[in-house]
C-alpha cells in the first residue's frame, strides 16, 4: 500500500521513521512519499520537503511566515492528489496538519493521526474538528485517550510513548566520555536550551549567568546541528563549558542534573533518571497570548504525565539566574528534593512502559487499512 507522511518538525522525523520500519514489518509492499526529515528518509520515505524549511515558532514568526506556509500546503495538497495514497499519516505539527486532514477528508482520503496535536493544552474545542476530519487518531501520552473520549466522545488508540522506545534503544557511544574528558571532581550539568533560534534568543543569557555564578560545576550544552554555533556564542567565555552537538541522549547518561527549555526534552531527561529543572522565556507578547489560551497547569510533559509538580517549572519573570541556580543546588546534591525528582522519574517511566509506540502503531494501521480493503 501507499502511504504518504507529514513531519514537520525534528522531534516528528525521528518518531516517523521508527513509524515507517514498523509499518514495513506488516506491509512487505508498503511505499511511502512525504514532508519529513533524514530519519524518515533513510527509513524509505521519497522525501519532497524536508522539515528544516518549515520550523516556525511563535505567533509573531507564524504570521510572518503564512505564504511560505501556504505555498508547503498548496504542494502537499497537490501531492496528495496525484499520488492517491491508501492512506496519509499526520504525525504532530497541528496547524499545518490540520488543514491537510480536512482536504483529505474532503476528498475522500483515508487519514490517520499519529502523535496528536495538544489540544488538550489550549483550544480544546479543537478535538471537535480532529474527530469530524480523521478516521483514526493514535495517541502517545495516556491522559489524552481519556481527554478525547470525556470531551467529544472519541475513541482513540493510546498506543505508547516513541520518547520511552527511544530511550530504551539508546546505546551510549563507547568513547564519549573519554572525548569530552570532563573534570571527575565537579558534577556535570545538562544544559538543554532547545532547538529552535527563538528559544535560544531568550533562555541562553539565563543559563548563561548560571555558569557564570556557578564554577563549582562543569556544564555541557546541547547543540544541535540545525542551528549556527554563534546561537551559542554567549557561553563561549567560560571554561567550565563543553559543547556536545546532536548527542542529547550521551550526555544525559552522564549528567548529575540538567537545566531544560520545555519541550519533549523535559521528558527524554526524566526518562534518563536526571533530575531537572524546566526553563521558559519567550518575548513579552508571545507570553501575554500563551498565558491566556493554555488550559492546562503545567508546561513540562513530567508534571503532565504525574498530574502533579514533579519538577519545578520557572517560566518568564520566574525564570532568573538566582531561582534556577537555587533549585540546581538541591537537585546536585544528596538532599530530600533529588530525591523527590528521581521517585517522580521513575513514577512517570512506569507509566509510560506499555510497549512500542512505534510498534503498536504501525501494527494498528496496517490492520485497519486491510480491514477496510476486505
Same mark, same amino acid.
Request: glycine fraction near 6%; include cysteine.
Given at each position: 500500500?501507499?502511504?504518504?507522511?507529514?513531519?514537520?518538525?525534528?522531534?516528528?522525523?525521528?518518531?516517523?521513521?521508527?513509524?515507517?520500519?514498523?509499518?514495513?514489518?506488516?506491509?512487505a509492499?508498503?511505499?511511502?512519499?512525504?514532508?519529513?526529515?533524514?530519519?524518515?528518509?533513510?527509513?524509505?520515505?521519497?522525501?519532497?520537503?524536508?522539515?528544516?524549511?518549515?520550523?516556525?515558532?511563535?505567533f509573531?514568526?507564524?504570521?510572518?511566515?503564512?505564504f511560505?506556509?501556504?505555498?508547503?500546503?498548496?504542494?502537499?495538497?497537490?501531492?496528495?492528489?496525484t499520488?492517491?495514497?491508501?492512506?496519509?499519516?499526520?504525525?504532530d505539527?497541528?496547524?499545518?496538519?490540520?488543514?491537510?486532514?480536512?482536504?483529505?477528508?474532503q476528498?475522500?482520503?483515508?487519514?490517520?493521526?499519529?502523535?496528536?496535536?495538544?489540544?488538550w493544552?489550549?483550544?480544546?474545542?479543537?478535538a471537535?474538528?480532529l474527530?469530524?476530519?480523521?478516521?483514526?487518531m493514535?495517541?502517545i501520552?495516556p491522559?489524552?485517550?481519556a481527554?478525547?473520549?470525556?470531551?467529544?466522545?472519541?475513541?482513540?488508540?493510546?498506543?505508547?510513548?516513541?520518547?520511552?522506545?527511544?530511550?530504551?534503544?539508546?546505546?551510549?557511544?563507547a568513547d564519549?566520555k573519554?572525548?569530552?574528558?570532563?573534570?571527575?571532581?565537579?558534577a556535570?550539568i545538562?544544559?538543554?536550551?532547545?532547538?529552535?533560534a527563538?528559544?535560544l534568543?531568550?533562555?541562553?543569557?539565563?543559563?548563561?549567568?548560571? %555558569?557564570? #555564578?556557578?564554577? &563549582?560545576?562543569?556544564?555541557?550544552? !546541547?547543540?544541535?546541528?540545525?542551528?549556527?554555533?554563534?546561537? $551559542? *556564542?554567549?557561553?563561549?567565555?567560560?571554561?567550565?563549558?563543553t559543547?556536545?552537538?546532536?548527542?542529547?541522549?550521551d550526555l544525559?547518561?552522564?549528567a548529575?542534573?540538567? %537545566?531544560? #527549555?520545555?519541550? &519533549?526534552?523535559?521528558?527524554?531527561? !526524566?526518562?534518563?533518571?536526571?533530575?531537572?529543572?524546566?526553563? $521558559? *522565556?519567550?518575548?513579552?507578547?508571545?507570553?501575554?497570548?500563551?498565558?491566556?489560551?493554555?488550559?492546562?497547569?503545567?508546561?513540562?510533559?513530567?508534571?503532565?504525565?504525574?498530574?502533579?509538580?514533579?519538577?519545578?517549572?520557572?517560566?518568564?519573570?520566574?525564570?532568573?539566574p538566582?531561582?534556577?541556580?537555587?533549585?540546581?543546588?538541591?537537585?546536585?546534591?544528596?538532599t530530600?528534593?533529588?530525591?523527590?525528582?528521581?521517585?517522580?522519574?521513575?513514577?512517570?517511566?512506569?507509566?509510560?512502559d506499555i510497549?512500542?509506540?512505534?510498534?503498536?502503531?504501525?501494527?494498528?494501521?496496517?490492520?485497519?487499512?486491510?480491514?477496510?480493503?476486505?
Amino acid at each position: 500500500m501507499k502511504y504518504y507522511i507529514i513531519a514537520g518538525e525534528r522531534s516528528g522525523d525521528l518518531h516517523g521513521g521508527n513509524l515507517i520500519k514498523a509499518i514495513k514489518l506488516h506491509d512487505a509492499d508498503a511505499t511511502f512519499k512525504g514532508f519529513g526529515g533524514d530519519y524518515m528518509q533513510e527509513a524509505g520515505l521519497d522525501l519532497s520537503v524536508h522539515y528544516k524549511d518549515m520550523a516556525f515558532m511563535g505567533f509573531i514568526e507564524f504570521l510572518t511566515n503564512l505564504f511560505t506556509i501556504a505555498n508547503y500546503i498548496k504542494q502537499c495538497k497537490t501531492e496528495i492528489t496525484t499520488w492517491k495514497p491508501d492512506v496519509v499519516i499526520l504525525i504532530d505539527y497541528a496547524g499545518f496538519n490540520r488543514r491537510i486532514g480536512q482536504f483529505c477528508k474532503q476528498h475522500g482520503i483515508t487519514v490517520y493521526y499519529y502523535i496528536s496535536p495538544k489540544v488538550w493544552a489550549w483550544r480544546q474545542g479543537r478535538a471537535w474538528s480532529l474527530k469530524a476530519s480523521i478516521d483514526k487518531m493514535f495517541v502517545i501520552l495516556p491522559f489524552e485517550k481519556a481527554f478525547f473520549k470525556r470531551k467529544v466522545d472519541w475513541d482513540v488508540d493510546y498506543v505508547g510513548n516513541p520518547v520511552l522506545d527511544a530511550v530504551k534503544d539508546f546505546k551510549p557511544s563507547a568513547d564519549f566520555k573519554s572525548k569530552y574528558n570532563w573534570p571527575a571532581d565537579k558534577a556535570l550539568i545538562a544544559l538543554l536550551p532547545g532547538s529552535r533560534a527563538q528559544e535560544l534568543k531568550y533562555i541562553i543569557p539565563v543559563m548563561a549567568e548560571v %555558569i557564570r #555564578t556557578n564554577p &563549582t560545576y562543569h556544564f555541557a550544552v !546541547a547543540t544541535v546541528s540545525n542551528l549556527d554555533r554563534k546561537s $551559542y *556564542k554567549a557561553f563561549e567565555a567560560f571554561t567550565n563549558v563543553t559543547f556536545v552537538e546532536e548527542a542529547t541522549y550521551d550526555l544525559l547518561t552522564y549528567a548529575k542534573a540538567a %537545566i531544560v #527549555t520545555s519541550g &519533549t526534552a523535559t521528558l527524554e531527561t !526524566a526518562l534518563f533518571h536526571v533530575p531537572q529543572i524546566v526553563v $521558559y *522565556k519567550t518575548s513579552a507578547l508571545n507570553y501575554f497570548i500563551g498565558k491566556k489560551v493554555i488550559q492546562v497547569p503545567f508546561i513540562s510533559l513530567v508534571n503532565l504525565i504525574a498530574d502533579r509538580e514533579v519538577v519545578k517549572e520557572m517560566i518568564q519573570e520566574s525564570c532568573t539566574p538566582q531561582t534556577v541556580s537555587m533549585e540546581l543546588t538541591q537537585l546536585v546534591n544528596d538532599t530530600e528534593r533529588r530525591r523527590f525528582v528521581l521517585a517522580g522519574n521513575q513514577e512517570v517511566y512506569q507509566i509510560l512502559d506499555i510497549g512500542s509506540a512505534s510498534s503498536n502503531a504501525g501494527r494498528l494501521m496496517v490492520e485497519y487499512l486491510k480491514a477496510k480493503v476486505n
